[in-house]
Every structure is written in C-alpha cells, then in structure tokens.
C-alpha cells in the first residue's frame, strides 16, 4: 500500500473542498504544505507578511465564495495570520488559516514557536481545530470549509502540528470526503414578505440600503429586478456598491446623508445597521424611522433598531420569493413624489458641490481632482480596491463601481493594510481584469513591501498613491526635533519602492501630469505605481456629521 504525508493529505483535501487558491510564508514546519498544494493544483502565492496574505485569504473567499487559504508558521506567523481572520469575521467572508504548529508530542515543552493557537484563533473563528491523526485532516478540512461558506460566512482555523504534516499513513486510511455543496440558500416566511410589502405600500419616503452581503449571497440580479420592479430609490454599503451599478438612475447614492436621515422606511437587503450605517439611529437616522431587515443572521435582527419586519435568509432567494410576489401583485412606488423631488435635488446639489473641486488645477492638488483623474480612466470592470482615511471616503463617491464583488476596502473592521493583499487576490481570481488600488500614503505603507509579489507574479496591477505625507495630512517639510505623531517623511518616493523590483512607477506632482501618468500605468501589463502628492491638508468637503457616531 503507498504511503502518503500529512502535508499531501492536507492539499489534496483541500483542493477537494474547493480552495483554489493559498497564500502566505513558509518556513517550519509547512514547507511542504505550500509545495505539495502546488503539485495538487492550488495556486500558491508567497507573501512578505502573513498579515497582507491573510486579508488575500478573506478576499478570495469574498470573491469566489469558496475560502481562500492562508499559511503560515508556527508561533509569530499564525499571530500575524490572526490580523485576517479577525478582518473576515467582521466583514463576514470565508477564510481558512492553516498553520503549522510544534510536533503534538513537545506541547507544553517550551519548544519552537510553541504557541496557543487554537485558542488564539478562538475569538475570530466559526470553528478551529487540530486533527489527532493524519486520518482526520481530510474530515476536519470538510467540516471546517463547510462551516465557513454557511449561515453567514466566517474564518476557520486548522492547527496543523509537524508530526501531523511530515508523519506518513497508507493512502487508503485517509479519504477524502466528497466535496461539500453549495451552502443551503434559505428562504423566507411568506408572511414577513407580506408585511414587508404592506410597510413599503404605506412609507411615504422609502430607500433601500444595498449591503455586502447581496454582493456575497450574489444577488446581484434578483436585486435589481425587485428595484427596477418597485422604483425604489436605493443607495449601496461600501462593498454592497456595484450590486446595481453605480449609475443606475435609481442610485441616490450622491443625496446619502439625506436620504438616511430622511427616509420613514429603510428596507436592508444584506446591509447591517452597524458603525458604518450609523446604527440606524438619530441624529443619522429619522427617530421613528422602521426597517425592514434582510440577512442570512436571524441575530443580526433587530441590532440596534427593532425590525418592523424580518426577513431571515439568503439574499438572493428572499428577494427572488418578493420578486414573484411582486410579479403577481405588482407595485411600484410612484416617481413624482415629494421624496423623489427632495432626493432628486440633493443628488444634484451635491455633484455640483465637488464639481468644482474636481475641475480644480491649483498645486499642490486636493483629493477630489485626483479621484476624478482615475475615475475617468478606470476600465468600466475595474476592481477597486481603497484604504485610507480621506482617500478611502472620498473615493467611495467619486469612483463608481459597475458590478458586483468589484470593490474591496477597509470595511467593517476599518483596517489599514489590506488594499496590497486584496490587490493580489482579485488579480489572482480575476487574471482577465485590471485591478486598481488607492491607497493613502499611511495605509499604502502597511503592506508596501508586497509591491514585490505584484512583481515577482507578474500581475497587472496599478497602485495610486494620494501621498499628503502623514496619516490624514503631514507637513511640507520636517522642521526642528519634535516630529508630530501623524507625520511621514515628505514627498516620500513610493514610486521607487515599485521600481525597486522591477515595476513602473511615477512621481507626479502638478494636474497636468497626471492624466498621463495614470493612463500609461493603466495601460502597462507590468505592475505600477503612481505616486500623487496633495496638499498635506487636502480635506474632504464639509460635511453635515463626523464620519463616526458617537
Ligand atoms: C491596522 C490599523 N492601524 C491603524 C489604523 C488607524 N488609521 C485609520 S486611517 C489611517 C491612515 C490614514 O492615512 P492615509 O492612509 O494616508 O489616508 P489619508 O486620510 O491621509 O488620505 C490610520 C493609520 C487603522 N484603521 N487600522
């Protein structure tokens, strides 16, 4: 009978269960983990910090809905590895962190990178394991992507020790459980889409909040039939942006300030009423507003705001079962009213107000000239990705997105370092497509050095820098010995960090340059990096409320 080692077993089932993709450092004791993922098919892409591969890990899972893998060492690896899993526990995404652990046999011994990481992963994880025998990795593999792909998704953790890995067992003692389906998409109760309907026939002034979590159920064409049915006015989350495209002539995502504080009814599909919504409470949100909830999470009803009806299941089958509904008693909500007059102003009101900042050329620039000039040579299918303070809000209203899973920004965890690592996933599910990151100089400086993977992958990526020298602005020049916390070098050279390996990169300084700078690295199938000073205390245009509510 052959043998086979626990590193083949580990590849073979996860490959089994669907994860195409792996990322992170080798190093004891998963060296062979990583090679003999390679010779089963998955593809493995070796990062500079497990942090940035763990994020990659999360967005995959976002991506393709099966989990992305991430792998690491034991010790400092699987902690750094712990920045992803906490990252797609708060957005929701599937991930799986395998990481290699000290031989079963020295726990407790003091031995190499011995490490609590099974309770470490805890807080983060649907479920983390450590199989008792190479026999049980193919089931616990099963178990662990089943789990993260159901209900709402969610990071599993595989502790993986080195007598585990290199240990051998006959071929038959080990086999691999079929591949897990699809998760189950669970519908709604009838009688909560009828309620649902009658609070949106009685609201006078109704909007949908389009969330991630349509993006991730792939709802994307179960949504837009239901808005196009009833002529709703809807705006999107962050990444919930590009289930409908953001030119929709329904979008009144220009007028969201009003539209949330405004609005008697607000219908979430896959959207939670956390930070980033503003908890659906005053002053954001109208005091008596009701809402009408939608998620795959029966606990997330009623977070923060009872729910007036409560549509617990998947996003794509509870608004196909209100489609059919609304086939056979169709409504819309009528498009001469009030509310839509009120929206229809603010959307114009607002564009105007940054019209003009846009359009501006004064030197040194500010946020919005820049996002104009690459929004305006952004591929229709481009997939974004964003973080940062300023250049991360601004851009969620100045660079639209067209289609669905085609945005990836900080999001509900509001982590800086991730655009790098989401930058090489998209590129690596999505080889056809250019992929674009704007990062703020401090957030661009988490995960510089994977500038280097981009290269060695040779993957077609370009990185705009809105370089302001500091976190939130800096300083034109360092002057005397007390270096203010939030301030960076001035007129740091990124550019030349993507040169370094091999990519192309621009220093641009003046509007004129821009334009060219940003097509040509668009347009270079070698990764690139343009590198846009600011004025140090660029802003955003004034707004009604802080960007966070307390
Ligand atoms: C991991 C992590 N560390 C620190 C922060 C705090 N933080 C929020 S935004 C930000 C950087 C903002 O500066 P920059 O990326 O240059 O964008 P800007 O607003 O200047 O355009 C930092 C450090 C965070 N959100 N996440």
Not at 188 to 199: F, G, K, N, S
Request: net charge neutral; charged share 25%.
């Amino acid at each position: 009978m052959a043998k086979i080692d626990g590193a083949t077993v580990l590849a073979r089932a996860l490959k089994r269960q669907g994860v195409e993709h792996m990322f992170g450092i080798v190093g004891f004791p998963v060296f062979g983990v990583a090679s003999a993922a390679q010779k089963e098919g998955i593809r493995y892409i070796g990062f500079r910090n497990e942090q940035a591969a763990s994020y990659a890990a999360g967005a995959v899972g976002y991506l393709t809905g099966r989990p992305g893998a991430c792998l690491t060492v034991s010790g400092p690896g699987m902690v750094h590895g712990i920045a992803g899993l906490a990252n797609a526990w708060a957005n929701g995404w599937p991930m799986i962190l395998l990481s290699g652990a000290p031989d079963s046999y020295q726990d407790g011994m003091g031995s190499f990178q011995e490490c609590p990481q099974v309770e470490a992963a805890r807080p983060w994880v649907k479920a983390g394991l450590r199989p008792d025998g190479i026999e049980r990795v193919p089931f616990h593999v099963e178990q662990l992507v089943r789990t993260s792909i159901s209900g709402r998704p969610g990071a599993v953790y595989l502790d993986l020790p080195n007598d585990i890995l290199s240990g051998e067992v006959e071929e038959e003692r080990a086999p691999l459980p079929p591949r897990c389906a699809e998760p189950p998409r669970p519908g709604v109760d009838a009688a909560e889409i009828e309620r649902a309907l009658a609070l949106l026939r009685e609201a006078k002034r109704p909007l949908v909040i389009v969330g991630k979590g349509a993006a991730q159920a792939r709802a994307e064409v179960e949504v837009r039939e239901l808005i196009e049915r009833t002529r709703l006015p809807f705006l999107a989350s962050p990444m919930g942006k590009g289930v409908l495209p953001d030119d929709h002539e329904l979008s009144v995502a220009p007028a969201r300030s009003t539209a949330l504080a405004e609005a008697d009814l607000v219908f979430l599909i896959g959207a939670r009423l956390n930070w980033i919504m503003h908890f659906g409470l005053p002053p954001r949100f109208a005091p008596d507003v009701k809402v009408i909830q939608m998620d795959i999470a029966a606990e997330e009803i009623g977070r923060n705001v009872p729910a007036a009806a409560a549509l617990v299941g998947d996003a794509r089958a509870a608004t196909g079962e209100i489609n059919r509904v609304l086939a056979k008693q169709p409504w819309g909500y009528p498009s001469e009213t009030d509310w839509w007059q009120r929206l229809r102003e603010k959307v114009a009101e607002n564009r105007a107000a940054v019209e003009a900042m846009e359009r501006d050329d004064s030197v040194p620039m500010g946020y919005y000239r820049v996002l104009r000039e690459v929004r305006e040579r952004l591929p229709r299918d481009a997939i974004i990705c964003s973080e940062g303070a300023n250049t991360m809000d601004i851009g969620r209203s100045s660079l639209p997105n067209f289609s669905p899973r085609h945005r990836l920004d900080a999001g509900t965890f509001g982590t800086m370092g991730v655009g790098l690592g989401f930058a090489i996933a998209a590129a690596a599910v999505h080889p056809e497509k250019k992929v674009v990151a704007v990062e703020g100089d401090s957030a661009f400086g988490f995960s510089g050095m994977e500038v280097e993977v981009m290269c060695r992958y040779r993957m077609p990526i370009t990185i705009v820098v809105i370089n302001n020298n500091g976190i939130g602005g800096g300083v034109a020049e360092l002057k005397g010995d007390r270096i203010p916390p939030s301030v960076y070098l001035p007129n740091a050279r990124y550019d030349r960090v993507m040169e370094a390996f091999g990519g192309r990169g621009w220093y641009v300084e003046r509007p004129d340059e821009l334009g060219p700078a940003l097509a040509a690295a668009i347009a270079d199938p070698k990764p690139s990096l343009v590198n846009v000073m600011i004025h140090p205390r660029a802003q955003r245009k004034p707004q009604a409320f802080e960007w966070l509510t307390r």
